[in-house]
Structures are given as structure tokens and as C-alpha cells.
């Protein structure tokens, strides 16, 4: 299986327009993800839990898919998360209280 960079400068998911999109900040050494979109693509089943892994992440759009369950309480552990949108999906229940650890969360 080939491995792709996620952070590869220039790459077709690189610019601000494009959807599906990835954004890096990298150092000398070191690369995180910091924005990820995947908007309107009819991407479906629940949020892999390896999304929560993405640490560094600010900027998260997965909005018009067609997500499905609960909102999962790992959520919470993105704590440099400024901007979130899940709308027109399939999520039911309750918002896990966990989002109230996304303090620098300014939309929603």
C-alpha cells in the first residue's frame, strides 16, 4: 500500500478552495493537521475514532455527508478546535457535555 502526505506542500488538497481539503502547519521536524474539510461528498457510517488522534486540528468541516450516530465524547479531546460544522448529517442524541472542553471553539 503507498503512503501519501497528508502534508505534501502544493497537493491538489492543499488550497483553500478544495474540497476535500487538508491543511498543515509544519516545523523542521514535525507536520499537524490543522484543517480538514470534507464537505457535501456523501461521505457516510460514524466518525472514525482516528480523527480524534488529530490533536492539532482547528478548523474541521464534514458538513451535508450523510454521518451517522451519536456524537462521539472523544470530541472533547480536540481542544485547539476553533471552527466545527457537522450540519446536514445523520447524528442523533445528545451532544456529548464534552464539548465543553473545546474552549477556543469559536463557531459552531
Known sequence: MTRID???KNATWAPDAANPRIACE???TV???TQLKIYA???SGE???QLFQLKELMDLNLGLNVLSGSMPAEIGQ???M???SFSSNNFHGL???ELGRLTSLGQL
Open 41 to 43: 461528498l456523501d461521505i
Open 78 to 80: 480536540l481542544s485547539k
Open 47 to 49: 466518525l472514525p475514532q
Open 95 to 97: 451532544l456529548p457535555t
Open 6 to 8: 497528508p502534508c505534501t
Open 31 to 33: 507536520c499537524h493537521i
Open 26 to 28: 509544519c516545523s523542521a
Open 82 to 84: 476553533q471552527c466545527l
